[in-house]
Every structure is written in structure tokens, then in C-alpha cells.
């Protein structure tokens, strides 16, 4: 069965750092597409990141670029979201998401529990 578990999520000042672990069962994660998304009170769902190692393929939101960067552990089945120079604006729960295929994303089929950051002084 396709689960995904997202963990990492902390309270941090600004200018601080996380990483954000999903790990994978029941597939391959480099075989997927991979992602993370993340909303916070009275917003919309706001794609955060994503990845295909197949394919090679990157994508950042504008307003994490050069901030966040997304990889993965293929010996760990598990992807990760690293995140510098937190703002609080980046305060959300965050989601790891996976589907098939990159191509109809954010079609997404598969979706973690979620995980809390809270960026504040």
C-alpha cells in the first residue's frame, strides 16, 4: 500500500533552518514524481516543490527559490525538503505529495499526513 510520512516540522526564529523528511512505502520514490506542498490558515494549497530523478527535473515556487531545495535518498526510500532562511511567512502545514507521473501534476494521487513549521521570534 502507498503511504507517505512526513516528519521534521518545528518552531524556529527567522533565519533559521529545517529539513523536512517523507518517507515512501510501498513504491519506488525515484520512480515517481515527487513534491511538497504546504497552506496555511485562510490560504490556498501552495506548491511548494517538486522532483522526478527520472526525468531530471526540478520546479520551485517563486517564493522559495534559492531557499528551499528538494532531494532525495533512494537508499532511504525517502525524500527531503530542505529549508533555509526561514521567513515567517513560510509558516504552514506542509504536505508531501507523489503520483506516477509529472506530467498531470498537481494530479496528485498520494498525500502525507502533513507536518507543521512555525517561523515566529
Known amino acids: 500500500q502507498v503511504q507517505l510520512v512526513e516528519s521534521g516540522g518545528d518552531s524556529v526564529q527567522p533565519g533559521g533552518s529545517l529539513r523536512l523528511s517523507c518517507a515512501a512505502s510501498g513504491f519506488t520514490l525515484d520512480r515517481w514524481c515527487v513534491g511538497w506542498f504546504r497552506q496555511a490558515p485562510g490560504k490556498e494549497r501552495e506548491g511548494v516543490a517538486r522532483l522526478s530523478t527520472r526525468r531530471g527535473s526540478t520546479y520551485y515556487a517563486d517564493s522559495v527559490k534559492g531557499r528551499f531545495t528538494i532531494s532525495q535518498d533512494n537508499a532511504k526510500n525517502t525524500a527531503y525538503l530542505q529549508m533555509n532562511s526561514l521567513k515567517p511567512e513560510d509558516t504552514a502545514m506542509y504536505y508531501c505529495?507523489?503520483?506516477?507521473?509529472?506530467?498531470?501534476?498537481?494530479?496528485?494521487?498520494?498525500w502525507g499526513q502533513g507536518t507543521q513549521v512555525t517561523v515566529s521570534s
Open positions: 505529495a507523489a503520483d506516477p507521473s509529472c506530467i498531470t501534476w498537481p494530479r496528485i494521487h498520494y
